[in-house]
C-alpha cells in the first residue's frame, strides 16, 4: 500500500490540500456508469464544465468533488456495512454531543459532513478535512483501505492529491 503521508510535501500542496485530478474525476463517473451528459444535471453543472474537468481545462471544485464522492460512496455497499465514525473512534460522549455527524446520527458519512469533531477538533474546510479523513479507518472502510481501492476503482494507485515525487533512484 502506497501512503500519501509517507512522503514529504511542499508547503504549497499542504496548504491547498488533497485535489481530485481529472482522470480520477473521470474514473468515478465511469464507476458510477453515467455520461458525460448524464453526470451534468446530477452535479447541477453543464456538459460543457464535465468535459473541461475530464480535460483538465478547469480545475475540480470543492463541492463538485464533495458531490462525486456523495454519489460513489451511495453506490457502494460499503457504505451500509460502515460502523458509526464514534464507534469506531470511540468519541467520548462531550464530543459526540458537539460533533453533527451524532446529532444527526450519520456516523458513516461524518467524511462529508463539514464541522465534525475528529481528533478533538474541527476542521476550518473542506481540504484540511479531506487530508484528516483519508487516513481515518472511517473513509477507508468506505472508499478502501488502500489508496487504489478508495474509489471502488482498480489500477489507480492514488486517490487524491498531487503526484508523488519521484526519488533519483526511480527516474
Do not use: Y
Given at each position: 500500500m502506497t501512503d500519501m503521508t509517507s512522503r514529504s510535501m511542499s508547503t504549497n500542496e499542504i496548504a491547498r490540500g488533497y485535489e481530485m485530478e481529472k482522470k480520477e474525476f473521470?474514473?468515478?463517473?465511469?464507476?458510477?456508469?453515467?455520461?458525460?451528459?448524464?453526470?451534468?444535471?446530477?452535479?447541477?453543472?453543464?456538459?460543457?464544465?464535465?468535459?473541461?474537468?475530464?480535460q483538465g481545462w478547469r480545475k475540480i471544485p470543492t463541492y463538485i468533488e464533495r458531490q462525486t464522492l456523495f454519489l460513489l460512496a451511495m453506490k457502494t455497499s460499503r457504505l451500509k456495512k460502515a460502523r458509526p465514525c464514534w464507534e469506531t473512534r470511540k468519541c467520548s460522549l462531550e464530543i459526540r454531543q458537539n460533533c453533527p455527524a451524532w446529532e444527526f446520527r450519520v456516523g458513516?458519512?461524518?467524511?462529508?459532513?463539514?464541522?465534525?469533531?475528529?481528533?478533538?477538533?474541527?476542521?476550518?474546510?473542506?481540504?484540511?478535512?479531506?487530508?484528516?479523513?483519508?487516513?481515518?479507518?472511517?473513509?477507508?472502510?468506505?472508499?478502501?483501505?488502500?489508496?487504489?481501492?478508495?474509489?471502488?476503482?482498480?489500477?489507480?494507485?492514488?486517490?487524491?492529491?498531487?503526484?508523488?515525487?519521484?526519488?533519483p533512484t526511480q527516474e
Open positions: 473521470s474514473k468515478v463517473r465511469r464507476h458510477l456508469e453515467k455520461t458525460q451528459g448524464q453526470m451534468a444535471p446530477l452535479l447541477g453543472v453543464s456538459l460543457k464544465a464535465i468535459q473541461s474537468f475530464e458513516n458519512l461524518c467524511w462529508f459532513i463539514n464541522g465534525t469533531v475528529c481528533d478533538g477538533e474541527i476542521r476550518e474546510n473542506w481540504r484540511k478535512k479531506m487530508r484528516m479523513c483519508q487516513k481515518c479507518v472511517v473513509f477507508q472502510a468506505i472508499f478502501g483501505a488502500s489508496p487504489g481501492e478508495r474509489h471502488g476503482i482498480n489500477g489507480r494507485k492514488r486517490a487524491f492529491g498531487p503526484k508523488p515525487r519521484r526519488s
